[in-house]
């Protein structure tokens, strides 16, 4: 059964507290994505990734970095959180070279910032 | 970045009516998907749709992609309590990097 799977369901970190958020895929996918979700809002893109050490910012990349070392694993790392960044994060991963491919995603990671 | 409307933004029904949800945008799809968010999960694909006026059926869910590929929308006969959960049309962008833009969603809940 294919999987993404985010390290940490919920957490609860401090204003201005270095914040990382994890994710592997078992699927052998080229393509990584970072979105946020957020009520009313739908998911949007922080960031992406098509191959391993490359990134590419999405629409709301700021206050966040990515890491990309391994072609199965995708981190999201917040400097210096903030409240405004209390939100449910959720990693995707896709095939490269299809179009119409399908994105599959991991049960998300809330993060409340105090 | 391409605008996804959806409406309506809530549903509330009682089990067994018909529910319609859509998807407009003011630019041209080059396709649609369309995903389904239960509580505590993340979404899942339901359908591709790729050519205008295309209609594809999932049980008893009907989707419809508009003729000049700028809408669509998703139709669910006698719901059931199972159908309850947010909604997402996605914009694949015509890349080949799985880049999705998505609508705000419509939760829908089902009452038994």
Not at chain 1, 26 to 29: F, G, I, R, T, V
Not at chain 2, 93 to 99: A, D, Q, V
């Given at each position: 059964d294919v999987k993404v799977t985010q390290s940490s369901r919920y957490l609860v970190k401090r204003t201005g507290e270095k914040v990382f958020l994890e994710c592997v895929q078992?699927?052998?996918?080229e393509n990584m994505f970072w979105y946020r979700q957020d009520p009313g809002l739908g998911l949007r893109l922080i960031y992406f990734s098509y191959d391993v050490k490359m990134k590419e910012k999405g629409d709301i990349p700021e206050g966040y970095s990515v890491s990309r070392e391994k072609k199965e694993r995708f981190s999201l790392i917040l400097e210096s959180a903030s409240t405004n960044q209390t939100s449910m994060y959720l990693c995707a991963s896709s095939l490269q070279g299809v179009i119409t491919g399908e994105l599959f995603f991991g049960e998300g990671s809330r993060l409340t910032v105090l | 970045t391409q605008l996804l409307e959806q409406s309506p933004q809530f549903l509330s029904i009682q089990e067994g009516e018909n529910l319609t949800v859509y998807c407009n945008s003011s630019s041209v799809f080059s396709s649609l998907q369309w995903y389904r968010q239960e509580p505590g999960e993340g979404p899942v694909l339901l359908v591709t749709v790729v050519t205008g006026g295309e209609v594809k059926k999932l049980k008893r869910l009907t989707f419809q992609f508009g003729d000049a590929r700028k809408d669509s929308s998703l139709h669910i006969t006698?719901?059931?309590?199972?159908?309850t959960g947010l909604y997402l049309c996605a914009d694949p962008?015509?890349?080949?990097?799985?880049?999705l833009t998505f609508g705000q969603g419509t939760i829908l809940t089902v009452h038994p």
């Open positions: 078992d699927m052998d996918h | 006698a719901a059931q309590p199972g159908d962008g015509g890349t080949s990097y799985g880049k």
